[in-house]
């Protein structure tokens, strides 16, 4: 391929997986109050089992590439709802805020142990084995947490939602550890069944739309969702997956060539991403405040961005031995190169304001 083409198909096989995950994440609303949280967490793990089957093996077939993409993006997508949807209705108050953080930030660690695995994928398969070797290895968290979904408890509040009050209490006793009469189980199992029930009359006679057409005309609803729906929508534009998804190209137009540097770098911005979103949900949120936590990542992915920009749109057309024989463009390229880091931290301080234990509280 010539390179625009080869760019323009590393785009479409990036972004289909991204586009099946939004399918994914819509389709599974409709049955996880159905088929129960855990079996809604199989069937999209199922899905993204096929999804990776299919692109080991679609031997060479780009058509056959795209489709198991697509595929196994909607199952990531599925995952992506149900596991903060379980985690959520399983933990108690307390804690709930600190469980959907850390849920978040081992995403983060997922990253990182996806990146320093296809290193060392790399240093010891010939490169025609590489793609086969580390698109198999997902099989392995998959078969993980596949196998633990029959292991844990399912959520209460599911068996509460089918009037099976019993199961509720017996799955809520495995959950606390606690005798089935003790008074938490039995406050916080009648504080769900009285929210359900409240939820049910509200929405008695309600249909879908008629559900919609309330949140966009009531003025605080629409305030609500307007504000969460543009403040994530807006999170994704900002680049940082993209930056994480093209690190090594990224890296690469700075200066850093070679497989092993580039791949040693992506590594370490990995884990340097994965350490200020732990930092930030540990420390930095609650001590600087939300908003103000927000404003600040903000702020700092504006400035790297900015800068990486100015950077990129100099020295288009220089090759990396042209910028390195000129002193002022190698310190500009180093400088790019630690903006890329910053801005890693930027995107953890603004991103974990949502996933604050007081912001959940507040949803």
């Known amino acids: ?17 991204t586009a099946g995950a939004v399918f994914g994440c819509l389709a ?3 049955i996880v109050d159905r088929v129960g949280r855990l079996n809604a967490l199989r069937v999209a793990s199922i899905f993204y089992l096929a999804g990776i089957l299919g692109q080991a093996f679609s031997g060479g077939n780009l058509g ?8 196994g993006g909607f199952g990531i997508g599925g995952t992506t709802v149900v596991s903060p949807m379980y985690l959520a209705e399983i933990a108690p108050q307390s804690v709930r805020g600190m469980l959907i953080m850390m849920y978040a930030a081992c995403q983060q660690l997922g990253v990182v142990l996806g990146f320093w695995v296809f290193y060392g994928v790399h240093l010891h398969f010939s490169a025609s084995k590489q793609w086969w ?4 290895f997902q099989v392995v968290p998959l078969g993980v947490w596949l196998a633990g979904t029959f292991f844990i408890p399912e959520s209460p509040r599911y068996y509460l939602l089918r ?15 606690l005798p089935k009469d003790h008074g938490l189980v039995r406050g916080e199992l009648d504080s769900a069944a009285a929210q359900i029930a409240q939820e049910r009359s509200i929405k008695q006679g309600s249909g879908y739309f008629t559900i919609w ?3 966009f005309s009531t003025q605080g609803y629409r305030r609500r969702f307007v504000l969460l729906f543009v403040c994530h929508v807006l999170g994704q534009w900002s680049g940082a997956n993209a930056i994480t998804q093209y690190s090594p190209t990224i890296l690469g137009s700075f200066g850093i060539t070679g497989d092993n540097a580039s791949l040693i770098a992506t590594g370490c911005y990995a884990v340097v991403k994965f350490l200020s979103a732990v930092a930030t949900g540990a420390f930095l949120v609650d001590f600087v405040g939300r908003r103000r936590s927000l404003i600040l990542g903000i702020s700092i992915q504006t400035v790297t961005l900015a800068y990486i920009a100015i950077y990129l749109g100099i020295t288009t057309g220089r090759s990396p031995a042209n910028i390195e024989a000129d002193g002022n463009a190698l310190r500009a390229s180093q400088g790019a190169i630690a903006a890329i880091f910053i801005h890693a931290c930027g995107w953890s301080i603004g991103s974990f304001r949502f996933s604050s ?3 959940r509280k507040n949803r």
Do not use: N, Q
């Open 163 to 177: 009037g099976d009050y019993e199961h509720a209490s017996r799955d809520l006793v495995r959950l606390r550890r």
């Open 64 to 71: 056959g590439l795209y489709a198991s993409r697509f595929i």
């Open 357 to 359: 234990p007081s912001c």
């Open 133 to 136: 070797v580390s698109t198999l």
């Open 28 to 30: 599974v609303v409709s």
């Open 213 to 215: 057409r309330e949140v």
């Open 1 to 17: 391929m010539s390179a625009s083409s080869l760019a323009d198909t590393k785009g479409w096989i990036t972004a289909i997986a």
